[in-house]
């Protein structure tokens, strides 16, 4: 018989062997492959593997993805907009104690079930995958996990000689085997920049070896003081999209309100305000647009708009403040 040379291992090697050769597939193989035990957690939004979802400190993510959370431990409506399977889910709230966690989901009104599964605290690095999958070992039935956030499990200690781009793809890369591994769903949170940019995949941050590594992207934008905040997506298997979201403080919940073609005039006119607020003195224009991250005739028509309702003031030609 001629020797296989894609899957015959050297000589004395084992699968364990440094030597060993990976899993090689036929076209045939593929179409009989196991697909995952679960599709989407959110039809179009929120798939199977390993999504990466981005925002601002203190702009509600966590309280988002507790949502996403109770959602599915119960079987209920994912923020208001599809039925989420109802499943286990293990939700790692590892910037929170258990008493703010808990706090939450008194606010959400959540009532106790078997099917969400919670941890404060988790190890670092390659650590973080080992344990990871020991626990879906003992767990079989968690299908859903959740890491809020990524900085509290990445890899502290690395050679001085990895790069930014390396470590980023190494971090987010760890935790996509596991999804890949088990089939299931991880949804990370991570924060983005300071600084706007035009491709909102570059808003994430970190370098492109962490957007890079992920299948989905979610960036998660709500101005300061604001219900509604804009929810853009992008990734292997989910057309790009965008969407309004809207938040009840009172209950801790938010809402997903359809296509974001409405919001983003609301969410720039915040921005001024804010903006405005945060610098008293007449601002001019162009100051206001390069702060928003809009166009020039965009900035424009809403600073017009805004004046003509008594919202800002222009106390001088070219000038804005608030009344």
Same mark, same amino acid.
């Given at each position: 018989? *001629?020797?296989?040379?894609?899957?015959?291992?050297?000589?004395? +090697?084992?699968?364990?062997?440094?030597?060993?050769?990976?899993?090689? !597939?036929?076209?045939?193989?593929?179409?009989?492959? &196991?697909?995952?035990?679960?599709? !989407?957690?959110?039809? @179009?939004?929120?798939?199977?593997?390993?999504?990466?979802?981005?925002?601002?400190?203190?702009?509600?993510?966590?309280?988002?993805?507790?949502?996403?959370?109770?959602?599915?431990?119960? @079987?209920?409506?994912?923020?208001?907009?599809?039925?989420?399977?109802?499943?286990?889910?293990?939700?790692?709230?590892?910037?929170?104690?258990?008493?703010?966690?808990?706090?939450?989901?008194?606010?959400?009104?959540?009532?106790?079930?078997?099917?969400?599964?919670?941890?404060?605290? !988790?190890?670092?690095?390659? =650590?973080?995958?080992?344990?990871?999958?020991?626990?879906?070992?003992?767990?079989?039935?968690?299908?859903?996990?959740?890491?809020?956030?990524?900085?509290?499990?990445? &890899?502290?200690?690395?050679?001085?000689?990895?790069?930014?781009?390396?470590?980023?793809?190494?971090?987010?890369?760890?935790? =996509?085997?596991?999804?890949?591994?088990? @089939?299931?769903?991880?949804?990370?949170?991570?924060?983005?920049?300071?600084?706007?940019?035009?491709?909102?995949?570059?808003?994430?941050?970190?370098?492109?070896?962490?957007?890079?590594?992920?299948?989905?992207?979610?960036?998660?934008?709500?101005?300061? $003081?604001?219900? +509604?905040?804009?929810?853009?997506?992008?990734?292997?298997?989910? &057309?790009?999209?965008?969407?309004?979201?809207?938040?009840?403080?009172?209950?801790?919940? !938010? +809402?997903?309100?359809?296509? *974001?073609?409405?919001?983003?005039?609301?969410?720039?006119?915040? &921005?001024?305000? $804010?903006?405005?607020?945060?610098?008293?003195?007449?601002?001019?224009?162009? +100051?206001?647009?390069?702060?928003?991250?809009?166009?020039?005739? $965009?900035?424009? $028509?809403?600073?017009?708009?805004?004046? =003509?309702?008594?919202?800002?003031?222009?106390?001088?030609?070219?000038?804005?403040?608030?009344?």
């Amino acid at each position: 018989m *001629a020797r296989n040379a894609l899957t015959e291992q050297p000589h004395g +090697s084992s699968e364990k062997d440094e030597y060993a050769l990976p899993t090689i !597939w036929t076209m045939a193989d593929l179409q009989t492959a &196991e697909p995952p035990h679960i599709d !989407w957690i959110i039809p @179009g939004i929120l798939p199977a593997g390993l999504t990466v979802l981005a925002g601002a400190p203190k702009l509600g993510k966590s309280f988002l993805v507790l949502n996403l959370a109770y959602s599915c431990a119960i @079987g209920g409506m994912a923020l208001d907009h599809a039925p989420a399977p109802q499943i286990t889910v293990l939700y790692l709230a590892l910037e929170d104690p258990p008493y703010r966690l808990r706090h939450r989901l008194d606010q959400m009104e959540a009532k106790e079930t078997p099917h969400l599964l919670l941890s404060t605290e !988790w190890p670092r690095g390659e =650590k973080s995958r080992i344990q990871l999958h020991q626990v879906l070992l003992k767990h079989p039935d968690i299908r859903f996990v959740i890491i809020d956030t990524l900085a509290r499990v990445r &890899e502290r200690d690395r050679p001085s000689t990895t790069s930014l781009y390396d470590a980023d793809y190494g971090d987010i890369e760890r935790l =996509k085997k596991v999804a890949d591994d088990e @089939g299931i769903p991880i949804l990370v949170v991570t924060h983005t920049r300071k600084a706007d940019a035009s491709d909102f995949l570059d808003q994430v941050s970190g370098s492109t070896g962490l957007t890079g590594a992920a299948d989905t992207i979610l960036l998660m934008r709500r101005a300061r $003081n604001a219900r +509604s905040a804009l929810l853009e997506i992008t990734g292997r298997d989910v &057309e790009e999209a965008a969407y309004a979201l809207e938040f009840d403080p009172d209950h801790g919940r !938010w +809402s997903l309100r359809g296509s *974001a073609d409405l919001l983003q005039p609301t969410l720039a006119r915040q &921005e001024i305000i $804010n903006y405005l607020r945060e610098h008293p003195e007449p601002q001019k224009a162009g +100051s206001i647009e390069e702060a928003i991250g809009k166009t020039k005739q $965009n900035t424009g $028509n809403l600073l017009r708009d805004m004046v =003509k309702e008594g919202v800002i003031c222009k106390p001088q030609h070219g000038c804005y403040c608030l009344p």
